[in-house]
């Protein structure tokens, strides 16, 4: 009797009969004017969206709402809505590949479930049951799934988006959310053969700080990057590479597209070589390709399985690199190359970086491509496309 | 003809053709259900809003498109809305006042207008003509000036948002963008007397860095301090104080309003009493009300209008301040009061800080107020009010 009154008095009574996200509850409203898909030559990243999307709405009241697989379309939002003044504003991206049989998979969808409720926490939005989304994310997929170009390479790219909807303009956790999901059909991010892309050391504009957001997948940390990406692309470079602190350490690599690439670097070490990235110490997003290559590559160094063509002896390290480090090792010629990591692009082999008014240059092999890079490649991409049987692809 | 030539050669041809923000333009369609404003004593800040809005659409290819102002209603925006993956927006917030006699009056507006422009460059947003968004915002208010509440103190909250609308998710400058601007019945922030606040010198998270965006006023600074304010308040603080690098340098002041508070700080200094805010370092945002504290005070420090009841010796010092010396001061008895400056709360006191485990008491006068505030505010809202006459009150 008394429990139970003071369950009542409790300020934490309402938050057990908030609904959890809930795929039963799924409605469906198919589009009864669907769109023929372009022809997939003609697919600009991020400009093609396909008949149907999701969304499940959420309050603070009820929890999260009815799931709705409807045609896409615009969102009605209110002008005083949260996201609109404050960025309270998540996403992720993720890809749905079909393989030559025409099963279609999701790439470790499980890792990005798991940083959008990272992310949903560190900017007060509500978090998720994650098999509940992929779920849902499956259904859309399998409605939407004749949109996935059949050329090699191409893909369905995923984007959850998750935004704060409160209609009031305060700062606060707001109290009222929209989970959405569209699809994007895309070619491969290089159509004709690895191009090798020149980055500008940046160190005039910060992308990340220690206590600060660099490690979550944010809006916040998007917008801020296009007035420096467009000065370093006045200079001649196409993407920002961030460098931090006194000792410049080198963090991310900002692309026009919207990834952040990883920025593994291979230097020889004595007999053996060195696959080298910074640590996740907090400004860095830990990205799924990220933790793909660096998988990859322990798996082969430890013998448990050996990537063809791939050198014997390799050390993985997750440590500091200055750029210091790395004109060093250029100049010494123990650099051996230098390549980002990300959903979009999957490899992106760096050739050149302009740093302090001059340029490092970084070796690069005939198809833009490394020793290093390319065996790992050409397993992630095995995997990915279903060619190389693996956990990592999951069944839509 | 060879100059025409190339000037149709130009990259920078098409610029000149881009329209400008043209408020001969505007369409006004009257809200035809007009609503009752509420009773003022029932207002939440934020939470109600006006009958009519204005919107100016942008686009890449013609500039600035059709103003108009018609009913306060749902904005529809593209799923794929940059606005809503990479925080693509920025704000002002300013009040229309009505004084004794009926007169409506922006205060300082032409500072909102530059502080939007310079928000709009560092976030690859459109820029305007401030004078051009001012003409269209004293309109609105026009029609709208019976919803700001008779009572004193009362005011008009006027929020113009400038949005990245972009129908393709790509992080870049967008192609399209929406500036929209509403308004808000407010009233005084302190409704029964001042209330000091309870400060939580905040470590553990950073808002802003060298080299990042918070000297603008952006959605990107905003959701990112939801979580360490929660985190504040957990422990019986009202808002973070911001503390920056290893000594601990005070920057700024979060609300649960959507306002950054700046904080001048007295100490005594010999014979004098010194008023001290942290500089423009670029971590600050320039907050109209901070300047206009500054400019009084040395106003009165100078001769050139004495303010009724401030010491005559004051020194007006925009420095860096460390925890250390507050906490040193306070210890000595030298620490006179502490207040932050904002356009909702315009004066903000502060009682307490708590630093590193402990409290830091700040005295504070019986209505809540010290010193040097109370006769700056008193001279402030009466030049906002209209009850001292000034330049900084602009007929709307």
């Given at each position: 009797m008394t429990g139970e009154l003071m369950s009542v008095l409790s300020p934490h009574r309402r938050r057990p009969q908030l609904s959890p996200l809930e795929p039963s509850r799924l409605e469906i409203t198919r589009n009864t004017a669907p769109a023929t898909p372009p022809p997939s030559q003609t697919l600009v990243f991020g400009h093609t969206f396909t008949d149907h999307m999701l969304t499940i709405p959420w309050d603070a009241v009820s929890g999260w709402g009815t799931p709705q697989i409807k045609p896409y379309g615009p969102l009605q939002l209110e002008p005083s809505a949260t996201v609109l003044h404050y960025a309270q504003t998540l996403f992720e991206g993720m890809k749905a590949y079909r393989d030559e049989a025409g099963n279609v998979t999701l790439f470790r969808p499980d890792m990005n479930m798991k940083r959008m409720n990272n992310s949903a926490r560190r900017i007060a939005l509500p978090t998720f049951n994650g098999?509940?989304?992929?779920?849902?994310?499956?259904?859309?997929?399998?409605?939407?799934?004749?949109?996935?170009?059949?050329?090699?390479?191409?893909?369905?790219?995923?984007?959850?988006?998750?935004?704060?909807?409160?209609?009031?303009?305060?700062?606060?956790?707001?109290?009222?959310?929209?989970?959405?999901?569209?699809?994007?059909?895309?070619?491969?991010?290089?159509?004709?053969?690895?191009?090798?892309?020149?980055?500008?050391?940046?160190?005039?504009?910060?992308?990340?700080?220690?206590?600060?957001?660099?490690?979550?997948?944010?809006?916040?940390?998007?917008?801020?990057?296009?007035?420096?990406?467009?000065?370093?692309?006045?200079?001649?470079?196409?993407?920002?590479?961030?460098?931090?602190?006194?000792?410049?350490?080198?963090?991310?690599?900002?692309?026009?597209?919207?990834?952040?690439?990883?920025?593994?670097?291979?230097?020889?070490?004595?007999?053996?070589?060195?696959?080298?990235?910074?640590?996740?110490?907090?400004?860095?997003?830990?990205?799924?390709?990220?933790?793909?290559?660096?998988?990859?590559?322990?798996?082969?160094?430890?013998?448990?399985?050996?990537?063809?063509?791939?050198?014997?002896?390799?050390?993985?390290?997750?440590?500091?690199?200055?750029?210091?480090?790395?004109?060093?090792?250029?100049?010494?010629?123990?650099?051996?190359?230098?390549?980002?990591a990300g959903t979009a692009a999957v490899i992106s082999p760096v050739d050149r970086i302009g740093y302090m008014g001059e340029d490092v240059h970084i070796p690069t092999g005939e198809d833009g491509m490394g020793p290093v890079s390319r065996p790992i490649w050409t397993e992630l991409v095995g995997r990915q496309w279903g060619a190389i049987a693996s956990e990592w692809s999951v069944p839509v």
């Open positions: 098999d509940a989304l992929l779920d849902l994310i499956k259904q859309l997929v399998r409605i939407d799934k004749h949109w996935i170009p059949k050329e090699p390479g191409h893909s369905l790219y995923v984007r959850p988006t998750l935004i704060g909807n409160q209609k009031a303009i305060g700062v606060g956790p707001p109290n009222e959310a929209l989970l959405f999901v569209i699809l994007s059909p895309v070619g491969p991010y290089y159509p004709s053969g690895f191009k090798p892309v020149a980055l500008y050391g940046t160190t005039e504009f910060v992308r990340a700080a220690p206590g600060g957001t660099g490690a979550f997948k944010l809006g916040v940390n998007y917008a801020p990057g296009v007035l420096p990406q467009k000065s370093a692309a006045a200079l001649g470079y196409s993407q920002n590479l961030w460098l931090h602190g006194p000792e410049h350490h080198l963090t991310e690599v900002t692309e026009v597209r919207p990834f952040r690439c990883w920025t593994p670097r291979r230097l020889t070490v004595s007999a053996a070589t060195e696959l080298v990235t910074p640590p996740l110490d907090g400004m860095i997003l830990p990205g799924v390709t990220r933790d793909s290559v660096l998988a990859l590559a322990r798996e082969h160094a430890s013998g448990k399985k050996r990537l063809p063509n791939l050198a014997d002896k390799l050390i993985i390290s997750e440590r500091g690199v200055t750029m210091k480090e790395v004109k060093a090792a250029a100049a010494a010629g123990r650099l051996v190359e230098m390549f980002g």
